[in-house]
């Protein structure tokens, strides 16, 4: 994992991550349909996911998949002919879910489906409905107020039948069972924030991951959010308590601050993680309490599972105007903000990979570094000092409760310096690694001594 | 309750609130005497006071129950036979509880028993002499400046006899005998924030809360300060005990801004209710650590009994220049504010009386509120919104841990939208409330599933 | 001990302070040898020091007492002769432990053996080699500028030989075993901030203490850093687990801010102790964290030991720029830093002394004090207000839970006053004393009532 942090070339994976969302763009996807198998099979040819498919009418826990939503064409075609709204322009006009419409409608009728954002007279807004048979169009509220009276032609040439639900997910398997959950959702259309960045970002880790030795099993799951979260839980609940620390991606690549949503508890490891990470980076960072809105989080997170899963984002849903319109467009992130999220979701898995507890080897006061070359021969001089700081505080605080992450939070050091000073340590016999299943140091009972 | 709450008419309140002040503001009251009587024979007009007498000589705890007060006129003539300070123009002007006096003095002899404000030179003084015979006046600075060498003539016709002291109480029985303590002093003579507010405050409460049904029982205390408070501990040491939450109603008129000074222990489920309330009022407000100074939470808060009780203000008490002063007068205090301080007990109240812990019938996710009409059916709208975030802050919340109170906490949403999501939650059986008892969510362990 | 604090006479403390900082100065110290003995044995002239001599050699902990370093003269000559770097004008310009040299060099071989401060080219910087045999001068910046092409003549006429490690402690015997740490380190050369401050301030200290009764025992170390306190604590492993409470003093006679620097575990009583006295200065103060950089405190607090010391200091050590040359020097210092600085080492001594904790006589309901003459007759004046309020304070919270720090800390009142409003209580048996092996106020359970 070193070597793959210290190859990293963070110019070309913004362009690789802004690239695949490119092509991902287009689609149109929903919480079932073809426009999500499409979007997998995309993912498929960087890693080797597994695809599942849910019969709709299958029960779970107090939900039921729905209906398989596809869609081909849908305009509406004013008194005159021309189509003033037509899906091909953007796939946001439908609203999701619209069941099939083929007909003529007054300029009266037509309003009661259509929906626009006043405050927004350009921008499509993103609206939906899942859960209840309807059909409308999304369109600019300048365009809506372009409407004359007459005769309107409308066609939704949608389906909505029974079929399936479809989500894949990736297991990298690592040394021990313990996993770490990335999860992100596939169901939005042409969107690029909310919700392509996560995808790609997801996409491009797991590809970055997939070949290097991992301590823990890490499982990366591509789903329509929320049923896509009740359907992965109901059919993994045993699967689910394996999971240890997790993270859901959406928003990682607008040029806002990073924020870091806490799990439920607000006191997980992995909040102490992505919080040293955002300390870390030296750049502003905001963290917000866990709120059981969202997205996939809220189920990960509901009390049954309570599982420790935060989410780390650029600006959060709801708090960016363009979220949920035709305005989160290509032109909305960045290389470089979506490669910066990248890397700080790498600094989180190479704490959580890298983090252990230690003691040092004699806990009477500090050992002679000097003799050992660990520090500066000269007393005094102060080009050295950067790296004595990190061994001292190792040294110090591996006393058996201390892991090396809290040393680095306690210590204000960058977790890399503070990992480190303890590979130098190590090397010198002056730490020794705390059996994770037996943390108390009775090694210092004996009063062991070092030196001989 | 809710009910008391809508109907209430606030401008209403805040007249009758400062009426029944009006009402009060000219009797010369002191710690016993024919004052208090006057007093609490107004306010059981209002309410159904039981009225008690503890004669002079009672041993109570480390005190001894004085001898009572009663005066009937004082004034200082000068040698031209004026009156230059008397009684009859503000009670404040004689020492309270002065021994009688009737003689000639020097102005040198004089001015030994002779108080002023020399910082304040229009105001009177509110000095006392409870626990040694003594006897004076309080005049304005003006006053004693203006004073002439020569004999002045003295009256103080006043007793200091056995007799006893008086105070009363309201039970008003709830369905659980845990008491809610209301509890304000009733020993100052013509002074309005300071303390007249909370007599009339706490009258009108009752007033309110007599006729409805309560949960909880509402013990409303009217005393002298201090020796009242211990006397009426020292007699119902068993009943204390049923006390779970209290506040002290005092300056509860002013326009300041609404203080809460805390319980001894700081962390009382009264003290997390009233900074709610004080949080939800959205106008500005002060939290103070309790101090072992002040007025009677000083007793209920003492280490053995350890009472919850706080204070509910509005400027504390010294913190004002007008405190203990001729100036604490009717143009001090106002119908608004005091009518706001009445708002924030029944804030406070509403809290007690509603608080309650659920668990949610279905741990494992979110259930579907869409199909059960909780939601809005079109996902994106923005209308709904306010409605919903309560609903889902109450359903993941719901573990048997968090109250209601807790949920209304750590979401920062109004208790009452909380309150209010947890009746429509209940009303679906989404929740079930937790026995007070058995507070382990024990239904989870058989993963019950809602959906049928 | 208020004797003591009463007649301390704080301008002439300062200029004892000083003046033995002004005789301790030339002498050229190391971590052994004569310099030690002679400063050991000024300070004996003060106070009844017990000087050890440790063989070099021995091993302690990790660490093996080195050999005795001396030095009688050094000096480098341009190829004029003339001495243009003299040991004589500065004993810093040896680089400490430098190896007997005698002989004559290039201006580039004997560039390899100079040490300067580009950034400070007018001072002398301090470095050492103690653990690895080497030579070198320290001189300015300047000088080194000057230097020409041409051979030099360097001499430094010193010893490295077998001999001992000196230090000496001083423990000053209480009523109880429990001892209070206080230790400085004496190997650093003509400097005095950095740290002939600390040990003039523990020297002057000791002679204040060593004539009065104590409660705990008190052990003055001066030792050489490091090498100094793993010595003692290696030869003192089971004396050491006595130390209750620690400061290890240095740099504390400059101008700047007190300065306090926790225990490694953070909420040590010593740590509450000295921020009291800090709050209790009314004068600006800093608190830092531990870090296991720094002085002595590194090895007390090393985690086998984990001793409760602290440091209490003006300007720490590094953050001045004067530290580790030539220009902490007599001018850097003052006698009013110097003398205030004792007197907050006195202040938490004082709180050492007399922290206790209380039970209240009557726990139910105030007592009257009035009768006990502790507060004043007329209720109202204000002249007997800060004297009131600190009994109001211990009365409430001797619950035999709150010592009377503890009381200080919370109530905001200096400490001094909390003691003697305990002692009024105490002197009316309104309060009893909590055996320290029994805190459970159980007098209070049998409702002990004071009033007779």
Redesign the interface.
């Given at each position: 994992m070193d070597r793959l942090l210290k190859e990293l070339d963070i110019d070309k994976v913004g362009k690789e991550l802004y690239a695949l969302t490119e092509r991902l763009y287009p689609i149109c996807r929903s919480i079932t349909g073809n426009g999500v198998r499409e979007t997998l099979r995309i993912i498929s040819e960087q890693i080797p996911i597994e695809v599942h498919e849910v019969p709709s009418g299958t029960?779970v826990?107090?939900?039921?998949i729905p209906k398989e939503w596809n869609i081909r064409d849908a305009y509406i075609k004013n008194s005159r002919g021309e189509k003033i709204v037509d899906f091909k322009n953007s796939n946001l006009h439908v609203?999701s879910y619209s069941t099939p419409v083929k007909g003529k409608f007054t300029l009266e009728e037509l309003k009661e489906h259509l929906?626009t954002l006043p405050d927004h007279p350009e921008w499509i807004?993103?609206?939906?409905?899942?859960?209840?048979e309807?059909w409308?169009f999304c369109l600019t509220h300048k365009q809506y107020e372009g409407l004359e009276d007459g005769e309107y032609e409308v066609l939704i040439d949608s389906t909505l039948e029974d079929g399936s639900l479809t989500y894949a997910q990736l297991l990298l398997e690592g040394d021990i069972e313990d996993e770490v959950l990335l999860s992100t959702y596939i169901c939005h259309p042409s969107m690029c924030n909310d919700n392509l960045s996560g995808v790609a970002l997801l996409t491009t880790l797991a590809k970055y991951l997939k070949d290097i030795k991992l301590k823990h099993s890490y499982r990366f799951l591509f789903i329509p959010e929320?049923i896509g979260?009740?359907t992965w839980?109901?059919r993994n609940?045993v699967e689910a308590f394996k999971i240890r620390h997790g993270l859901v991606a959406t928003c990682v690549a607008d040029s806002g601050t990073s924020t870091y949503k806490r799990t439920?508890n607000g006191n997980a490891l992995i909040d102490k993680i992505v919080e040293k990470v955002l300390i870390d980076s030296d750049s502003p960072y905001e963290i917000i309490?866990f709120?059981?809105?969202g997205a996939d989080e809220?189920?990960f997170?509901?009390?049954?599972?309570?599982l420790s899963v935060g989410s780390l984002m650029r600006t959060p849903y709801v708090c960016y105007e363009q979220y949920?319109t035709s305005a989160d467009d290509l032109s909305f992130i960045d290389p470089e903000s979506f490669a910066d999220s990248l890397e700080k979701y790498l600094g989180a898995i190479y704490i959580i990979e890298h983090n252990a507890t230690y003691v040092?080897s004699?806990?009477?006061?500090?050992?002679?570094l000097?003799?050992r070359g660990l520090i500066n021969?000269?007393?005094?001089?102060k080009d050295g000092k950067v790296d004595?700081?990190p061994i001292?505080?190792v040294?110090?605080?591996?006393?058996g409760t201390y892991s090396l992450l809290d040393i680095a939070v306690?210590?204000g050091v960058n977790f890399k310096y503070i990992k480190a000073a303890a590979d130098a340590l190590l090397s010198k016999n002056l730490l020794v690694k705390v059996d994770e299943h037996q943390t108390n140091p009775r090694m210092?009972s004996g009063?062991l001594?070092?030196?001989t």
């Amino acid at each position: 994992m070193d070597r793959l942090l210290k190859e990293l070339d963070i110019d070309k994976v913004g362009k690789e991550l802004y690239a695949l969302t490119e092509r991902l763009y287009p689609i149109c996807r929903s919480i079932t349909g073809n426009g999500v198998r499409e979007t997998l099979r995309i993912i498929s040819e960087q890693i080797p996911i597994e695809v599942h498919e849910v019969p709709s009418g299958t029960q779970v826990f107090d939900w039921v998949i729905p209906k398989e939503w596809n869609i081909r064409d849908a305009y509406i075609k004013n008194s005159r002919g021309e189509k003033i709204v037509d899906f091909k322009n953007s796939n946001l006009h439908v609203l999701s879910y619209s069941t099939p419409v083929k007909g003529k409608f007054t300029l009266e009728e037509l309003k009661e489906h259509l929906f626009t954002l006043p405050d927004h007279p350009e921008w499509i807004p993103y609206f939906t409905s899942y859960y209840r048979e309807s059909w409308g169009f999304c369109l600019t509220h300048k365009q809506y107020e372009g409407l004359e009276d007459g005769e309107y032609e409308v066609l939704i040439d949608s389906t909505l039948e029974d079929g399936s639900l479809t989500y894949a997910q990736l297991l990298l398997e690592g040394d021990i069972e313990d996993e770490v959950l990335l999860s992100t959702y596939i169901c939005h259309p042409s969107m690029c924030n909310d919700n392509l960045s996560g995808v790609a970002l997801l996409t491009t880790l797991a590809k970055y991951l997939k070949d290097i030795k991992l301590k823990h099993s890490y499982r990366f799951l591509f789903i329509p959010e929320t049923i896509g979260s009740i359907t992965w839980l109901s059919r993994n609940e045993v699967e689910a308590f394996k999971i240890r620390h997790g993270l859901v991606a959406t928003c990682v690549a607008d040029s806002g601050t990073s924020t870091y949503k806490r799990t439920r508890n607000g006191n997980a490891l992995i909040d102490k993680i992505v919080e040293k990470v955002l300390i870390d980076s030296d750049s502003p960072y905001e963290i917000i309490d866990f709120a059981p809105t969202g997205a996939d989080e809220r189920q990960f997170c509901y009390p049954g599972f309570n599982l420790s899963v935060g989410s780390l984002m650029r600006t959060p849903y709801v708090c960016y105007e363009q979220y949920h319109t035709s305005a989160d467009d290509l032109s909305f992130i960045d290389p470089e903000s979506f490669a910066d999220s990248l890397e700080k979701y790498l600094g989180a898995i190479y704490i959580i990979e890298h983090n252990a507890t230690y003691v040092n080897s004699g806990p009477k006061c500090e050992p002679q570094l000097g003799k050992r070359g660990l520090i500066n021969a000269i007393g005094g001089q102060k080009d050295g000092k950067v790296d004595e700081m990190p061994i001292f505080w190792v040294l110090n605080f591996s006393d058996g409760t201390y892991s090396l992450l809290d040393i680095a939070v306690r210590s204000g050091v960058n977790f890399k310096y503070i990992k480190a000073a303890a590979d130098a340590l190590l090397s010198k016999n002056l730490l020794v690694k705390v059996d994770e299943h037996q943390t108390n140091p009775r090694m210092w009972s004996g009063s062991l001594n070092l030196s001989t």
